[in-house]
Every structure is written in C-alpha cells, then in structure tokens.
C-alpha cells in the first residue's frame, strides 16, 4: 500500500510568492493532518479533514494560510503571500479513525519550505 | 490547554549504555503513543498504551503508561546507533481523541 504522498519534497521561494503543497492521504483514511515542524516549536498541527470536511483550523498562524480538500484522495496547504518565518517542514498526515484505543497517524516525508 | 512536557530534549550517548525519556502532564490522556522520527522523515508510530500501568516491550525498547494515565516513558536498554532520531510521545484527549504532542528528544547514539 503507498502511503502519504506529498508535493513538492523541496521547495525554496522568494518572499511574497503562493505556495502551494500537496497531499495525497492513504487510501481508505477518513482524517487528514497538515502539521508544521521547525526547531524552535516542534510539531505543530495546523488544520485537520474528517470525511474531507475541515474540523479544526486553529492552529492555522494566520489567513495567510488556507487549506482544501475537495475529495477523499487529495488535499492542499496554500501560503499566500509567503514570508521567511514561514520556513519549516510541512507535513501531511492521515489516519483511518479516532478512537480511545488510539489513532495510528501515518505521515508523508513533508515539504521542506525555504522562503527567501 | 492540555501539553505534553518531554525530557530531555537532547542526549547524546555511546552504545552500549542505557537511557529513559520521559513525558509528563497534568492532565489525562485516554491513550499515549510513541513515535520516533529520523532525518528527511516523517514519525513513524513504534507503540501505543492505553491503559494506565500498561508496559509494552519492542526488543530493546521498554514503554510504560503512568497509573494515572497523565504520564509515560520510553526505556533503551544496550542502545544502538541505529536507534539514533527524534522521539516524540503524543497524547490523546479525552474529549476528542487528538493528538497533543510532546516537543522531542534527539537521541544521538555514538559507536
């Protein structure tokens, strides 16, 4: 089974500049995860999909950011305009469901954004 | 707002030795997992423990639910450089089951 696929892997742009990054969740998986990574704040989770409705954008830094996802197989992170300190590793991420037993979450290799 | 306090964020150990690394909170968690993270990667889950005291073993790796369910850790017996990369623990609320995450531990195992 393929497993979360992201695009582009790397992606270096200028200041001011959309961006626009890839998720294909794995098959069969109602939720889906974008989260940010950087050195100084770790792991954080934007946005989450359950059934390709969006759940809980809290974590979205401002309205620069925006996420879609207009069917069960593909979703997008779009930065508009970019700037520097938005540079980290974004991550995409799925799950089959939530529950007390725990929800294994299976993540793509990420998207390593550099604004210059 | 639930978080997840993870100790230490760095260790930098030979092989060979032994080491724990904690995740502690003030709040309850219906399950904890563990996942560790290495270079160019995303996390991969290694465990999960749900329920309080629950301790589940991966060959040389030891996890352990606090009885409380508000706390956990993950012990290396013998560690190996292969075991080197990020450990993240993440809790799950009660309420809606999603993930709180610790901040990571860089683990760095010299041969």
């Known amino acids: 089974d393929a497993g979360v696929i992201q695009s582009p892997r790397h992606e270096v742009t200028e200041m001011g500049q959309e961006v626009t990054l890839r998720c294909k969740p794995i098959?069969?998986?109602?939720?889906l995860f974008w989260y940010r990574q950087t050195m100084m704040r770790g792991l954080e989770l934007l946005i989450y999909?359950?059934?390709?409705?969006?759940?809980?954008d809290s974590g979205m830094p401002e309205d620069r950011f925006s996420a879609k996802m207009p069917n069960a197989s593909f979703s997008t992170l779009k930065i508009q305009p970019s700037e520097p300190r938005d540079s980290a590793v974004y991550f995409c991420?799925?799950?089959?469901?939530?529950?007390?037993?725990?929800?294994?979450?299976?993540f793509g290799e990420g998207s390593w954004l550099t604004v210059v | 707002t639930q978080l997840l306090e993870q100790s230490p964020q760095f260790l930098s150990i030979q092989e060979g030795e032994n080491l724990t690394v904690y995740c502690n909170s003030s709040?309850?968690?219906?399950?904890l997992q563990w996942y560790r993270q290495e270079p160019g990667e995303g996390p991969v889950l290694l465990v999960t423990?749900?329920?309080g005291g629950e301790v589940k073993k991966l060959k040389r790796l030891t996890f352990q639910f606090g009885d409380a369910r508000k706390d956990s850790s993950l012990h290396i017996t013998a560690a190996q450089p292969g075991d080197t990369g990020l450990y993240l623990c993440a809790g799950a609320s009660e309420s809606n089951y999603q993930l709180i995450w610790g901040a990571g531990t860089k683990l760095i195992i010299k041969p």
């Open positions: 423990v749900v329920t």
């Open positions: 098959s069969g998986h109602d939720y």
């Open positions: 999909f359950n059934n390709n409705v969006p759940i809980d």
């Open positions: 991420a799925s799950s089959r469901r939530q529950g007390r037993t725990g929800n294994t979450i299976y």
């Open positions: 709040s309850v968690f219906s399950s």
